[in-house]
């Protein structure tokens, strides 16, 4: 714990805490949701000309404030409650500006602060992955100024080949782009699709940029206790897409747990890194499909998606999982890797309007969401993480 238990901290002067009842009007509607906790205490508004956000905090957030607004070391009853959760749990607040830590006789927070609250250089995913998705904040990085919703699209649709104009004259309509995948008459994936699949209607209007098919026989396996979705993808180049949809057709059409797949229907679909996705109900059942996957597209070329857990090392197979729908999202959720870049852009933004720090901010991108309890060393959407990481976005 050396750098937390051992330092001086106090309550970001920047900050005045104010409690709930006392908030106005416009703080309220910030809070939002959070209102409805009964553990929160209320907010901490940033002073006039602090270029710090508002951030609602629980009460026991609220006491640590108080506490440390004389400077300190951690009180013992937060280190004894936290336990091995002490330095990521105060790493965050640190990151965040709620507190600052004491360095060479200052005291700092955010960017400035990582090296000393942080765990250490994430990997960012393995083999090709990690390389694609360190490729991918680094080209963020380099867009100061983009508004954070952009940004985080950027990093979403990172290593989305480009669409050349010859392939949009062999793809300029629907039945170009049915011949292409193998989906017609005579096509590589029609008699698999034929037997073993019934296509389904897009549904959602965002839906229509993408073809789905559900499991004519499927053999549901026993859905995870939190209800979420599983996601495999199968990530070719595409000149070798038709090869790899036939091969999902007819691999995965009585694979326990498979629910659906989709593949892109456009030619800006076929050329986006997560062209092919496969929906499963379980983890284990996902593995073992990609098993059977990994065997039989093997020395098929990748492209590989950032942001997503390695199965191949080469990028072709990795998988997610989606973050649960939220009462305030009324039962509407958001996928993981969108999830993902949203919070990276929002660190990024951050990193990239205060001052320096030792890392760079695509690592305090990184950092700051390992704090949230993300694997950012293998995107692993681990089990339980998700109560935490919505709580500390």
Wanted: hydrophobic residues 40%.
């Amino acid at each position: 714990m050396n750098g937390i238990e051992g330092a001086m901290f106090r309550a970001n002067p920047d900050y005045e805490l104010v409690l709930l009842d006392r908030l106005t009007s416009h703080e309220q509607e910030l809070v939002g949701g959070a209102a409805d906790d009964s553990d929160l205490y209320g907010m901490l508004r940033p002073r006039p000309g602090r270029a710090l956000e508002p951030r609602s905090v629980s009460s026991d957030t609220a006491l640590l404030f108080l506490t440390l607004s004389t400077p300190g070391p951690l009180p013992s009853y937060v280190v004894a409650r936290l336990g091995t959760d002490v330095r990521r749990t105060i790493g965050r607040l640190v990151l965040d500006g709620v507190l600052e830590i004491e360095r060479d006789g200052e005291y700092v927070y955010g960017v400035r602060a990582a090296e000393l609250v942080g765990i250490g250089p994430s990997e960012a995913g393995r083999g090709r992955i990690g390389e694609l998705s360190v490729a991918a904040l680094r080209y963020g990085q380099q867009l100061k100024g983009v508004p954070e919703s952009l940004l985080a699209l950027r990093l979403y649709f990172y290593g989305r080949r480009p669409v050349s104009v010859a392939l949009m004259k062999r793809l300029a309509d629907e039945a170009a782009v049915t011949a292409y995948l193998g989906l017609g008459p005579g096509g590589s994936a029609a008699p698999a699709l034929a037997s073993n699949w019934r296509k389904i209607p897009p549904a959602a209007p965002e839906s229509n940029h993408w073809r789905h098919w559900q499991a004519a026989g499927v053999r549901r396996g026993r859905t995870e206790p939190t209800g979420v979705i599983y996601k495999l993808y199968v990530s070719p180049k595409t000149e070798a897409l038709e090869q790899s949809l036939a091969t999902v057709a007819s691999s995965l059409a009585s694979a326990r747990g498979v629910i659906a797949f989709k593949v892109g229907a456009d030619a800006h679909g076929i050329c986006r890194p997560d062209k092919l996705v496969v929906y499963f109900d379980r983890l284990d059942d996902l593995q073992a499909g990609a098993e059977v996957l990994r065997e039989r597209l093997e020395g098929c070329p990748a492209h590989g998606v950032p942001f997503t857990a390695a199965v191949t090392s080469d990028g072709l197979l990795s998988w997610g999982a989606d973050p649960p729908a939220r009462p305030s999202t009324n039962g509407t959720g958001t996928s993981w890797r969108m999830w993902v870049t949203q919070q990276l852009a929002g660190y990024l933004t951050v990193a990239l309007t205060t001052d320096a720090g030792e890392l760079e901010p695509w690592q305090f991108a990184l950092e700051r969401l390992r704090m949230s309890g993300i694997d950012t060393d293998t995107w692993i959407p681990a089990s339980g993480m998700w109560p935490e990481a919505l709580a500390t976005e």
